[in-house]
């Protein structure tokens, strides 16, 4: 068959209102693009029908696959496991919730074209959030910039592409709290 060019990691928790609409925008874009694709979603131990609609959605579509914890270990442990994983050349990981829209991944391919090997998006706004909850954000990304001698990109998620060069080594990279 032919080799799986973009792979999506996606750790779901408790996200069963989320996953139908995911699924289908998603879908729709991943139609649209030049190589086979492959969703992996990694059920984080939801106690929702999360896990249910996953699976049907894997056994009724073969370019998805469902992995599912027996607890809930975390996000970023459900990221490394998806990514860990898959085989695209391209890896996508998004979060669930639609605070990422699926149709800026084929903005992030683009410059993955032009030879990027990491590709972020960033968030303009963050919807459907307090004012307390984005202080606390903003305020983040910049303390952690202050006392760190890594230059965080500002108001980043962990919606980004990363190059399978990159996913190879941070594959050999162990530690448990990714970010
Ligand atoms: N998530 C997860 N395990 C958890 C909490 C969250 O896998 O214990 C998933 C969640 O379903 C979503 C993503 O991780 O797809 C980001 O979670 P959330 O929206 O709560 O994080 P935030 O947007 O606040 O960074
Ligand atoms: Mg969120």
Same mark, same amino acid.
Request: proline share 4%; no cysteine.
């Given at each position: @068959?032919?080799?799986?060019?973009?792979?999506?990691?996606? @750790?779901?928790?408790? #996200?069963?209102e989320?996953?139908?609409? *995911?699924? #289908?925008?998603?879908?729709?874009?991943?139609d649209g693009m030049d190589g086979r694709s492959e969703i992996i979603f990694v059920?984080?131990?939801? &106690?929702?029908?999360?896990? #249910? *609609?996953?699976?049907e959605i894997s056994s009724e579509d073969t370019g998805v696959r469902a992995i599912s914890f027996a607890r809930n270990f975390g996000h970023q442990i459900a990221i490394t496991a998806g990514i860990?994983? &898959?085989?695209?050349?391209?890896?996508?990981?998004?979060?669930a919730d639609l605070q990422d829209p699926p149709e800026v991944i084929p903005d992030l391919v683009e410059k993955w074209k032009q030879d990027?090997?990491?590709?972020?998006?960033?968030?303009?706004?963050?919807?459907?959030?307090?004012?307390?909850?984005?202080?606390l954000a903003w305020l983040f990304y910049r303390f952690i910039n202050r006392i760190s001698s890594v230059d965080? @990109?500002?108001?980043?998620?962990?919606?980004? *592409?990363?190059?399978?060069?990159?996913?190879?080594?941070?594959?050999?990279?162990?530690?448990?709290?990714r970010f």
């Open positions: @068959p032919e080799k799986i060019k973009y792979s999506v990691v996606i @750790p779901v928790y408790n #996200e069963e989320n996953i139908p609409i *995911l699924y #289908e925008r998603l879908s729709t874009v991943l059920d984080d131990g939801s &106690s929702d029908k999360t896990w #249910e *609609l996953i699976e860990n994983n &898959s085989s695209g050349e391209a890896v996508i990981t998004m979060d990027y090997e990491i590709v972020y998006a960033v968030r303009k706004k963050r919807k459907g959030e307090n004012f307390i909850k984005r202080g965080i @990109p500002l108001d980043v998620g962990d919606f980004r *592409l990363m190059d399978r060069k990159v996913v190879n080594v941070l594959k050999n990279l162990d530690e448990h709290y």
